[in-house]
């Protein structure tokens, strides 16, 4: 079946412009993740959904970033008035939601790599 | 959250039997512990999960002492296709943060 996929997988920006990152879990998933991962570094959690809902938004780095999920099922990660700094690998992963956070097993897709001129 | 602690690198042979331990001494009761694998350019793969003693599949073995304060990730017989990052996770099912490790890049040699 269909992994978790994002798009697009590159984007070039000029700084101060706005970028829109999305990604399609795997169908059925309830749960969604985000992550960055800046060039040979570890994983960065930002945001987790339950459904549409976030529990806890404070991962997010500034308020320049933003995320949404609608219907239980596309999420679109925002990050506005881009810097150099936020130039990194976006990773999304989904999971079934049955236990819920970091005891789900995640499923993740290859990244939005991301980068701000 | 529970903090983890892994090896920044380690080198190893094919075919030899590859131990990585990840320290987590504030580990917490109902926390859970979960190996994940990543490639160059990919997304992490989850690898194996467990609570206490001993977790087998047929990727790999996880072994937690009985004060959960440590686990080892073992694979049997590595091969050059197991070089990677390998991330060790803990937390528990009402966390809304997910805090991965910071790595251990993995080496094999021929």
């Known amino acids: 079946g269909a992994g978790v996929s994002q798009s697009p997988s590159n984007k070039v920006t000029e700084k101060g412009k706005d970028v829109e990152l999305r990604c399609d879990p795997i169908?059925?998933?309830?749960?969604l993740y985000w992550y960055r991962q800046s060039l040979g570094q570890g994983l960065e959690f930002l945001i987790y959904?339950?459904?549409?809902?976030?529990?806890?938004k404070s991962g997010l780095p500034s308020d320049r970033f933003s995320a949404e999920r609608t219907g239980g099922s596309v999420s679109t990660l925002t990050i506005q008035r881009t810097q150099q700094e936020d130039s990194a690998v976006y990773l999304c992963?989904?999971?079934?939601?049955?236990?819920?956070?970091?005891?789900?097993?995640?499923?993740f897709g290859p990244g939005t790599r991301l980068t701000v001129l | 959250l529970a903090k983890t602690t892994q090896p920044i690198s380690m080198d190893s042979y094919e075919g030899q039997e590859v131990n990585i331990t990840c320290s987590h001494n504030n580990i917490a009761t109902n926390d859970y512990i979960t190996w994940y694998q990543q490639f160059p350019s990919q997304g992490p793969r989850f690898i194996i999960q467990g609570y206490k003693t001993k977790v087998t599949n047929e990727v790999a073995s996880l072994f937690i002492p009985a004060d959960r304060k440590s686990s080892t990730l073992s694979l049997p017989r590595v091969s050059l296709s197991d070089t990677a990052v390998y991330y060790c996770l803990v937390g528990d099912i009402g966390d809304d943060k997910i805090i991965f490790g910071k790595g251990t890049r993995l080496h094999i040699l021929p």
């Open positions: 959904f339950q459904g549409n809902s976030a529990p806890d």
């Open positions: 992963a989904s999971s079934l939601g049955l236990a819920g956070g970091p005891t789900d097993t995640q499923y």
């Open positions: 169908s059925g998933h309830t749960a």
